[in-house]
């Protein structure tokens, strides 16, 4: 096998233990902090600090990532790959052993302040996987993490009822080790560091600013924040959305995880297919049909009428989503100067977890006065204003614009 296949295969399963790690907790966390090891009594207080210790994870995530992009670009992806993957296998363990809320919040800022995985996975196979198979390669990687995500909560719930809660800290901690052990002994990357090393060491805000002069990349950033701002914003008001549409309480958690997971399901499944399309007829085109129709089928998200319309709708949108990040990993690989690659996609990343920060607060806001329907009728006009963007920045004198950053960097 190649060595950029065997890249491939070892990072998919290290993205996907990694995002069903994070998300294996979802399901159980309030009833984790009822537990008796942590205490709490009061059902306002629990469900405040449930939401807190959830964020808290996000918030830092959002603030260092580009630092570790800095040091990916000058030390390497595969160490920042392993920092990452050893480092939150020690936290996610050090979780089971937690006896306050502070304890679990403090934990899951560690967790953000160290974590990275995803961007130097996507930074390492990009920068070490052919360029004709580089759609192919995106969407394959993106579908691990989109299945760690999918089946986390539903492992998470079925190891809580059959082990209890602590042991699924222990067993998440254990699955990343092992990752990164695997990660360690089997992952190659191209990398001269004495050639990094020679590079001018400009600062994050430096970085930044030289990377903001490329048009293409800031609107690439601004579709992987509005991704998951539509993804996660009406998350947490789908199960009262299935309520409303349901009519009744028998198996209203069944119905209410399912069409929270339906896009998620058709996203693992289209991601590689288009990306593997966006190889053959362009990247460019995949994201623009993609975000369109992606906002198309969220305006029906708003007026259906039984629980089975939307979950059609859910999956079909999936389908588009699925063309989305892989299409935009490629891209920013392209639009990158060289040496800058791991800045670029940590500061993705950082984009990713600020749509999982804001996204929920905008959508409750929002609802409050439109009602959940509105939710999807924003997150359709803002994916449209984000298609035409996207066209008008990636066609207009892309090459020329990259072409003359690199020349200016160097």
């Known amino acids: 096998m190649e060595q950029w296949k065997k890249n491939l295969a070892v990072l998919w399963v290290g993205q996907f233990l ?14 984790y902090l009822q537990s008796e090891q942590i205490g709490m009594t009061n059902k306002h207080e629990i469900a405040t600090w449930a939401g807190i ?39 996610m363990t050090l979780m089971g052993f937690a006896t306050s809320p502070w304890h679990l919040l403090l934990l899951r800022m560690v967790n953000g302040t160290i974590s990275g995985f995803n961007p130097a996975a996507v930074s390492l196979v990009s ?19 989109i299945a760690g995500t999918i089946l986390g909560p539903f492992i998470g719930g079925l190891l809580a009822d059959a082990v209890g809660y602590q ?15 695997l990660a360690y002994f089997v992952v190659k990357e191209s ?34 924040f509005l991704l998951q701002f539509a993804n996660i914003g009406p998350m947490p008001l789908m199960p009262l959305y299935v309520q409303q549409l349901h009519g009744t309480d028998v198996n209203l958690a069944f ?5 929270g997971s339906a896009a998620g399901l058709s996203n693992m499944i289209a991601s590689p297919l288009l990306g593997r399309l966006s190889d053959r007829i362009g990247q460019e085109r995949v994201l623009g049909i993609s975000l369109i129709g992606a906002a198309v089928l969220f305006i ?29 990993n490629a891209l920013v690989r392209r639009f990158t100067p060289d040496g800058m690659e791991g800045r670029s996609f940590s500061l993705n990343s950082s984009m990713l977890a600020l749509g999982n920060m804001v996204g929920p607060i905008v959508g409750g806001f929002v609802s409050g006065w439109t009602g959940i329907g509105g939710v999807f009728i924003i997150s359709a006009v803002l994916f449209v204003v984000n298609a035409l963007w996207v066209r008008r920045t990636l066609v207009s004198g892309a090459r020329r614009n990259t072409g003359a950053l690199r020349r200016g960097s160097s």
């Open 18 to 31: 990694v995002m069903g790690g994070m998300t294996m907790i979802i399901p159980f966390m309030s009833l």
């Open 53 to 91: 210790i959830f964020a808290g994870n996000f918030v830092t995530s959002f603030l260092f990532q580009p630092l570790w992009g800095k040091l990916s670009d000058r030390y390497g992806r595969k160490m920042m790959l392993l920092r990452s993957g050893f480092g939150m296998a020690v936290v």
């Open 127 to 145: 920068a070490n996987t052919p360029k004709s198979r580089m759609g192919f390669a995106m969407g394959t990687l993106q579908s691990g993490g």
């Open 167 to 181: 042991p699924i800290f222990y067993i998440t901690g254990i699955s990343l080790f092992a990752a990164s052990v």
């Open 191 to 224: 990398f001269n560091r004495e050639k990094a090393a020679a590079r001018p060491n400009v600062s994050v805000i430096q970085g930044f600013k030289q990377l903001s002069r490329v048009p293409q990349l800031m609107s690439l950033f601004a579709v992987t």
């Open 255 to 259: 119905w209410a995880g399912f069409v």
């Open 300 to 328: 029906p998200q708003a007026f259906v009428h039984s629980v089975w319309q939307l979950l059609l709708c859910r999956l079909l949108q999936g389908c588009f989503m699925g063309g989305l990040i892989p299409s935009v």
